[in-house]
Protein backbone atom coordinates (compact mmCIF):
# COMPACT_ATOMS: atom_id res chain seq x y z
CA UNK A 1 0.00 0.00 0.00
CA UNK A 2 1.61 3.14 -1.33
CA UNK A 3 1.48 5.97 1.29
CA UNK A 4 2.92 9.68 1.20
CA UNK A 5 3.17 11.46 4.78
CA UNK A 6 3.71 15.53 4.80
CA UNK A 7 5.01 16.84 7.86
CA UNK A 8 6.76 20.26 8.58
CA UNK A 9 4.01 22.77 7.90
CA UNK A 10 2.78 25.18 10.41
CA UNK A 11 2.17 29.25 11.02
CA UNK A 12 5.01 31.88 10.01
CA UNK A 13 5.58 35.37 9.84
CA UNK A 14 5.87 36.71 5.87
CA UNK A 15 9.30 36.66 5.39
CA UNK A 16 10.45 33.18 7.41
CA UNK A 17 10.69 30.13 6.45
CA UNK A 18 9.27 26.36 6.24
CA UNK A 19 10.70 23.12 5.72
CA UNK A 20 8.14 20.38 4.32
CA UNK A 21 8.97 16.94 4.36
CA UNK A 22 6.97 14.47 2.36
CA UNK A 23 7.85 10.51 3.20
CA UNK A 24 7.03 7.69 0.95
CA UNK A 25 6.08 4.15 1.62
CA UNK A 26 5.05 0.90 -0.36
CA UNK A 27 6.63 2.67 -3.49
CA UNK A 28 10.18 1.68 -5.53
CA UNK A 29 11.20 5.45 -4.74
CA UNK A 30 13.64 6.13 -7.46
CA UNK A 31 11.17 4.80 -10.00
CA UNK A 32 8.11 7.78 -9.37
CA UNK A 33 8.45 11.70 -9.99
CA UNK A 34 7.56 13.79 -7.07
CA UNK A 35 5.71 16.90 -6.91
CA UNK A 36 4.68 19.57 -4.79
CA UNK A 37 1.22 21.10 -4.85
CA UNK A 38 -1.11 23.59 -3.12
CA UNK A 39 -4.57 24.13 -2.66
CA UNK A 40 -5.99 27.19 -1.01
CA UNK A 41 -9.42 27.75 -0.07
CA UNK A 42 -11.74 27.76 -3.01
CA UNK A 43 -9.29 27.48 -5.53
CA UNK A 44 -7.97 24.75 -7.62
CA UNK A 45 -5.09 22.55 -6.73
CA UNK A 46 -1.93 23.91 -8.05
CA UNK A 47 1.39 22.74 -8.96
CA UNK A 48 4.35 24.24 -6.98
CA UNK A 49 7.34 22.26 -7.33
CA UNK A 50 8.29 18.99 -9.00
CA UNK A 51 11.09 17.22 -10.74
CA UNK A 52 11.00 16.20 -14.18
CA UNK A 53 10.33 13.15 -15.07
CA UNK A 54 13.87 12.03 -16.04
CA UNK A 55 14.88 13.07 -12.23
CA UNK A 56 17.40 15.46 -13.43
CA UNK A 57 15.24 18.39 -13.86
CA UNK A 58 13.03 20.41 -11.79
CA UNK A 59 10.17 22.79 -12.20
CA UNK A 60 8.86 25.80 -10.27
CA UNK A 61 5.39 27.92 -10.55
CA UNK A 62 6.82 31.79 -11.73
CA UNK A 63 4.65 32.41 -8.22
CA UNK A 64 7.89 30.69 -6.28
CA UNK A 65 10.72 30.74 -8.44
CA UNK A 66 13.75 31.87 -6.28
CA UNK A 67 12.05 31.15 -2.95
CA UNK A 68 11.82 27.43 -3.04
CA UNK A 69 13.67 24.23 -3.42
CA UNK A 70 12.54 20.73 -4.33
CA UNK A 71 14.89 18.30 -3.39
CA UNK A 72 15.00 14.82 -2.63
CA UNK A 73 16.63 11.83 -0.95
CA UNK A 74 16.85 8.36 -2.62
CA UNK A 75 18.16 6.78 0.45
CA UNK A 76 15.46 7.87 2.79
CA UNK A 77 12.47 7.70 0.36
CA UNK A 78 11.60 11.57 1.00
CA UNK A 79 11.12 14.50 -1.06
CA UNK A 80 11.30 18.11 0.70
CA UNK A 81 10.19 21.36 0.12
CA UNK A 82 12.55 24.44 1.52
CA UNK A 83 10.41 27.20 1.66
CA UNK A 84 11.78 31.07 2.34
CA UNK A 85 10.61 34.20 1.90
CA UNK A 86 7.35 32.99 2.53
CA UNK A 87 4.16 35.63 1.30
CA UNK A 88 0.50 35.84 2.76
CA UNK A 89 -0.22 34.73 -0.59
CA UNK A 90 1.47 31.21 -0.11
CA UNK A 91 -1.11 29.83 2.34
CA UNK A 92 -2.59 26.96 1.62
CA UNK A 93 -2.76 23.16 2.12
CA UNK A 94 0.40 21.61 0.24
CA UNK A 95 0.13 18.11 -0.96
CA UNK A 96 3.05 15.64 -2.22
CA UNK A 97 2.22 13.89 -5.18
CA UNK A 98 3.96 10.65 -6.90
CA UNK A 99 3.55 9.30 -10.32
CA UNK A 100 5.15 6.87 -12.38
CA UNK A 101 8.37 8.02 -14.25
CA UNK A 102 7.70 5.85 -17.40
CA UNK A 103 4.85 9.13 -17.84
CA UNK A 104 7.00 11.65 -19.63
CA UNK A 105 4.51 14.87 -20.31
CA UNK A 106 2.89 17.65 -18.16
CA UNK A 107 5.16 17.08 -14.67
CA UNK A 108 3.04 20.09 -13.62
CA UNK A 109 -0.39 18.72 -14.07
CA UNK A 110 -1.80 17.71 -10.55
CA UNK A 111 -4.65 14.58 -12.80
CA UNK A 112 -1.44 12.80 -13.93
CA UNK A 113 0.01 12.37 -10.37
CA UNK A 114 -1.69 8.34 -8.99
CA UNK A 115 -0.64 9.01 -5.50
CA UNK A 116 -1.66 12.04 -2.45
CA UNK A 117 -0.89 12.56 1.07
CA UNK A 118 -2.61 14.32 3.01
CA UNK A 119 -1.58 17.41 2.97
CA UNK A 120 -0.17 19.84 5.76
CA UNK A 121 -1.28 23.60 6.44
CA UNK A 122 0.63 26.16 5.40
CA UNK A 123 -0.19 29.49 6.88
CA UNK A 124 1.40 32.87 6.50
CA UNK A 125 0.88 35.81 8.50
CA UNK A 126 1.37 39.14 7.13
Known amino acids: QVQLVESGGGTVQAGGSLRLSCAAS????????MGWFRQAPGKERESVAN????????YYADSVKGRFTISRDNAKNTVYLQMNNLKPEDTAVYYCGARPRLIVTGTNIPSTYHYWGQGTQVTVSS
Open 26 to 33: GLTFSLYT
Open 51 to 58: FSWSGDGT
